[in-house]
């Protein structure tokens, strides 16, 4: 931001959407504010993956009669490392209806959650074609 009173350029930052702690700050503690927001960003994901491991996904299971197995990528990330990159989940339909879907170990929760809905809904969305 330039100083309104002698033009030159000024280092200023806020935390508060309505800006009412903007101030004139150095590099340093610029750098720090953006550690620390990162530190509560982390917790906030953690929070969010959490509340998609124990309630979300388990319901989703439920509902929708889904068997979940993880998938170690590491074999897929030898032979095919683009693919293994990319993998997000892969489901199919047993003979009694019931979907089984695949997951990499070790995703995201709130990826795994992402991923399993978008097979459930591209399942339906073959079932009533």
Known sequence: MADLDNGQPTLVASTQ??????????????LAKVTELREQADRIEALVNEYAEKVLIPALLTEFRIELEEFDLTVLAEDAPDLAAKFRAFAAVKNDGSVLVAVPKRQASAERLAAIRDLVLDIQKQVKA
């Open 17 to 30: 959407g309505n800006q009412g702690d903007l101030q004139v700050v150095t590099v340093a503690q610029a």
